[in-house]
């Protein structure tokens, strides 16, 4: 961690700092926040955040600071590192912070960076991030969290990527994150730019631009750095008007200028002039420690500063006092820092050519000496003209990045090496490898990093070099997988073809195999038949060889054909040989486990479907990977398990993980699922999180994502149901279906949920028409897949057709009770809520049939699902038709019972005059159009009515409104 100096009062910033507090406010109260602190280089950005960090401390927060570098950009995760490193060394209570996150501990200084048998590429960055994130969230259990990234201008990518995910991912944890940077540097093609305009999008993070200090904050605070009076000794006013004008507000500069006016009696032209000033006034020998001190970086190790130095102890010592009693450098435990990278920065920038690279030769020689690390290697090495030194050290850099988790940086390392492989003779010895390796590792990195372009790019350029038929495979096989994961167009399937011509197709090898199973993959949206035949080929070469991923991979291609053409026991038999393959990539296994539980989960065998998924949810915990693809696949897919079985509290407690405040498409997918038992079980917190949604669920909007769209808009269909509000549930449920495939089986759900909006609306002119196509979509979907008919339609799929069916009676007049006890019965697979949902509508069948009894036991069992779940608004319509039934509810005593009537008929006398009109409309069953047509208002005013009027009785739905509205009749004829 970087050395503390010697502070001097906050001056001017007492905005700027209340906000920073107000973020730490938060933290402490539960709710994460984000602040990014800007301005330019001398402003006062780390002194305010000293000032936050202190604060921050004295009131027990967990403080973990650390700090980019201009060199930043070669070593992955610096800032995090640094930070990290604050922590292993404090004597935390409950032993090493680090032992539970190895991927961490891989990090610090001394480990080893490439143990045997650990994730490497994106796995690893997964790994890494997860940890991070777990980390943080561990720490923020015992005490608030304040974490600091100092200088993200110099920021490396990996460390950018780190500080976007916990930005997004940070929701209700007691953690603040405070970054900072210098708005100067940013020039137009800086890579931090995007990272700063995607980041100020998400609801987490608060942007403050220090802007320059007045002249009156100003001159406080140089007569507090002077530290007796307001002017030092010798200077006059004129001088301190000078500085203050000068200085354009920048308390840096003011401290500079001010001093070489104390002892030069005047103030420099430049700030390069006025820094180096400065310097020029150290002796020979304290201006040449100086320089070496600048190569080394912002902070340099006091041994390592002696060594490059050549000075003796004595001699060193005496020199480096100078220099800190000079304010130049600041002294820490270990070493000594710059005391502001201005001045590094000028300090370096004067070297001459020759003595900047004998400098940085020194420097690699004596770091490798000392088992440094790589990238700090290269990054010497480079400087000092050393070119095979360079490419050994940036290909050793960008194998142990990609083990790390830094595969930007790993991709920065190999392409440094292949650009000046040809200007280094016998690099082949070197290097321990060839120029064809390290270019498809290069590419693997790149992709790797997402960046899809520069992955496919490298692998074009390379293939017109190769001869060997090997390498050819190789490299189109990596050529169609990059096509196939990204949107660059076409070419993908003639690439995954190139790969398999090029191998003899008799002779098994595990390249075969996963060319074979590449090029399957690049033919889904063509011929399920050559997908079949291909990852059939795939998984014979696989077996021949022991390719275990190969052959898991083979396996999930097949049964996803099988999903659509085949049968549910095939489909299970194909996952369950695929999850059992103990593939050695983690990815692969938790894919395969995945699939196994969602297709167990989709065909209503719940108790399997939540043992696989809770067994791949404890797999990806333990190899941190929770918040890797399907380690988040894992958990939402738990989530709905329980939700179908009727364990909505255990629903709920994981749904609580589901950030609200989102950002991206990614967290917005994830906390939509949480919508399920939010609408589910009524009151706010629905409201709150399609307020956070609706940017991604409206297709017509930029950004928008078909799956938030399907799942959002649908259960704000439902919700709007529940409200009485059908008219808008129509609207929500088309924008929906507009968004979806026909033989999508997600359509089935959507149109059963119109069907019940048009039987809510009071039959309007064209109810009976929409209803008809509404079901013949329903129908289409259920019998038909993308590669023509479907074999066999799930349990869940045919319960929803099955309530479809039952809503399209419904809205004809033709529901009779029959229907309504399929649909329940479909359900009974273990879909608790949605057969008591069917049950409520079976009751209303039976009594218009005049089954009272029949009746009255479904109702009853309805009524006990919906109190088991705390579903509030079935409950709520349960007991509106029991109600008028004259069913006694089976949990309360008759007088209880009773109560509600006097409720509901407490609100009656709440209404206006004009609600009383609109609710005896209602009750006659016109919809809000008609109503607005007979009381000459306007739909929207209607549907206003229809809300308050619902509100003040107490009731969910027109429905109950309705029934309460009929209730008051009778008794009035009475």
């Keep these: 961690m970087a050395p503390k100096t010697v502070q001097t009062a906050l001056m001017g910033r007492s905005a700027e700092l209340g906000r920073l507090l107000g973020v730490l406010d938060a933290a402490e109260g539960g709710l994460a926040g984000v602040a990014l602190v800007g301005g330019d280089a001398g402003i006062g950005k780390t002194r305010l955040v000293s000032e936050v960090r202190d604060l921050a401390e004295e009131r ?13 950009d070669a070593l992955p995760y610096l800032p995090l590192v640094d930070a990290l490193r604050g922590l292993a060394e404090l004597d ?43 980390l943080l969230a561990s720490l923020a259990e015992r005490r608030p969290v304040l974490v600091v990234f100092e200088d993200l201008h110099w920021a490396d990518r990996s460390t950018r990527d780190l500080l976007v995910f916990l930005t997004r991912m940070l929701q209700r944890e007691r953690v ?7 708005t100067d540097d940013l020039h137009r093609r800086h890579p931090l730019r995007p990272v700063l305009a995607e980041l100020q999008r998400l609801p987490l993070v608060g942007t403050i631009e220090l802007p320059p200090l007045g002249d009156d904050d100003l001159a406080r605070h140089l007569a507090d750095v002077d530290g007796a009076s307001r002017q030092p000794v010798g200077v006059t006013d004129d001088v301190i008007g000078q500085v203050l004008e000068r200085a354009g507000g920048n308390p840096f500069f003011a401290e500079e200028l001010l001093t070489a006016a104390a002892t030069s009696g005047g103030v420099p032209g430049s700030l390069s002039d006025l820094l180096l000033s400065r310097v020029e006034a150290l002796s020979d020998q304290a ?91 290269a990054h010497h090495y480079q400087a000092g003209h050393d070119l095979p030194g360079a490419l050994r050290a940036s290909v050793e850099a960008g194998r ?129 038949g050559a997908v079949r035949d291909l990852a059939a080929r795939a998984l014979d070469a696989a077996r021949a060889v022991g390719a275990r991923d190969a052959e898991a991979s083979a396996l999930i291609s097949l049964a996803i054909v099988e999903e659509v053409t085949g049968t549910i026991e095939r489909v ?41 998924a809770g067994a791949g949810i404890e797999l990806a915990a333990r190899s941190g990977l929770t918040w890797s693809l399907y380690g988040t696949d894992l958990r939402f897919l738990r989530f709905l398990i329980q939700y179908a079985a009727g364990d909505w509290d255990e629903a709920e407690r994981i749904a609580a993980g589901f950030g609200v405040r989102v950002g991206t498409i990614a967290a917005a997918r994830l906390s939509s699922f949480a919508l399920f038992i939010e609408v589910g079980r009524g009151g706010d917190a629905a409201d709150e999180r399609m307020s956070w ?154 009594l218009n049939a005049g089954e009272r009894e029949a009746a009255r036991a479904e109702w009853s069992r309805a009524v006990e699902t919906a109190e088991r779940l705390g579903a509030a608004p079935l409950r709520a319509a349960l007991e509106t038709l029991g109600r008028r039934a004259g069913f006694t509810e089976p949990s309360r005593p008759p007088a209880e019972a009773a109560d509600t009537d006097t409720v509901a008929e407490g609100g009656l006398e709440a209404l206006t005059a004009r609600e009383r009109e609109v609710l005896e409309h ?28 619902l509100a003040k009785l107490g009731v969910a739905s027109r429905t109950q409104a309705a029934a309460v509205a009929h209730g008051r009749r009778a008794a009035a004829g009475k």
């Design 60 to 72: 027990g927060f967990t403080v973990l600071a650390g700090q980019c570098a201009e060199l930043g």
């Design 92 to 134: 935390a209570p409950g032993g090493d912070p680090l032992a539970a996150w190895p991927a961490l501990r891989r990090l610090l200084p001394g480990a080893d960076p490439d143990p045997a048998g650990v994730a490497t590429g994106a796995l690893a960055q997964q790994q890494l991030f997860g940890s991070v994130l777990g």
């Design 176 to 182: 603040a994150l405070i970054g900072t940077y210098r």
């Design 287 to 377: 201006r040449h420690v100086l320089r070496v001190a600048a190569v080394a970086g912002h902070s340099v190790d006091h041994d390592m500063l002696a060594d490059a130095a050549g000075l003796g102890e004595v001699a060193l010592d005496d020199t480096l006092r100078e220099i800190v009693s000079r304010g130049l450098l600041t002294a820490g435990r270990n070493g000594y820092a710059f005391r502001h990278a201005l001045l590094q920065e000028s300090v370096y920038d004067d070297l001459l050519p020759g003595e900047r690279t004998r400098l940085h030769g020194a420097f690699a020689r004596l770091l490798a000496a000392r088992g440094a690390p790589a990238a700090e290697l």
């Design 400 to 528: 142990i990045a990609a083990g790390l988790g830094a595969p930007a940086e790993a991709h920065r390392h190999l392409d440094r090496a292949l650009e000046i492989w040809e200007h280094v003779p016998d690099a082949e010895r070197i290097t321990g490898t060839n120029a064809v390796r390290i270019a498809l590792s290069s590419a693997a990195a790149a992709a790797d990093a997402g960046e899809y372009r520069r992955a496919v790019a490298q692998i074009r350029r390379l293939l017109p070099t190769l001869g060997d038929p090997l390498l050819i495979s190789e490299a189109n096989e990596r050529l169609a997988y990059y096509l196939s994961d990204s949107d660059l167009g076409s070419g993908m399937v003639e690439a995954a073809r190139a790969a398999v011509d090029a191998l003899p197709p008799d002779e098994p090898t595990p390249l075969l195999a996963r060319a074979l199973a590449t090029y399957a993959r690049t033919m889904f949206a063509t011929s399920d």
């Design 572 to 612: 299970v038999e194909l996952l369950d040989l695929a999850a059992a393959t103990g593939s050695d990539d983690l990815s692969v296994h938790l894919r395969a486990t995945f699939h196994t539980a969602r297709v167990r989960y989709e065909h209503g065998r719940l108790e399997a479907a939540a043992r696989l």
């Design 693 to 846: 949604l609706r940017p991604f669920w409206r297709p017509e909007e930029h950004g928008g994502d078909g799956l938030v769209t399907y799942m959002a808009g649908g259960l704000a269909a439902e919700q709007a149901l529940w409200r009485g509000d059908p008219e808008t549930a129509l609207r929500h449920v088309t924008a929906v279906t507009d968004t979806l495939d026909p033989f999508d089986p997600g359509l089935i759900r959507i149109c059963a949920t119109a069907l019940w909006a048009l039987a809510e609306d009071a039959a309007p002119d064209d109810a009976r028409e929409r209803a008809d196509d509404l079901i013949e979509r329903a129908r289409w979907a259920a019998a038909n897949g993308p590669y023509g008919p479907r074999e066999e339609l799930g349990p869940e799929g045919a319960a929803w057709l099955r309530r479809a069916e039952a809503e399209w009676h419904r809205v004809r007049g033709t529901a009779e009770p029959r229907v309504w006890r399929e649909a329940a019965d479909a359900f009974g697979f273990g879909f608790v809520y949605e057969e008591a949902r069917c049950r409520w509508r079976l009751t209303e069948s039976l």
């Design 922 to 949: 209602v009750a006659a069953g016109l919809s809000n159009r008609e109503i607005g047509a007979l009381l000459y208002i306007s739909q929207k005013t209607v549907s206003v009515h229809v809300s308050n009027i």
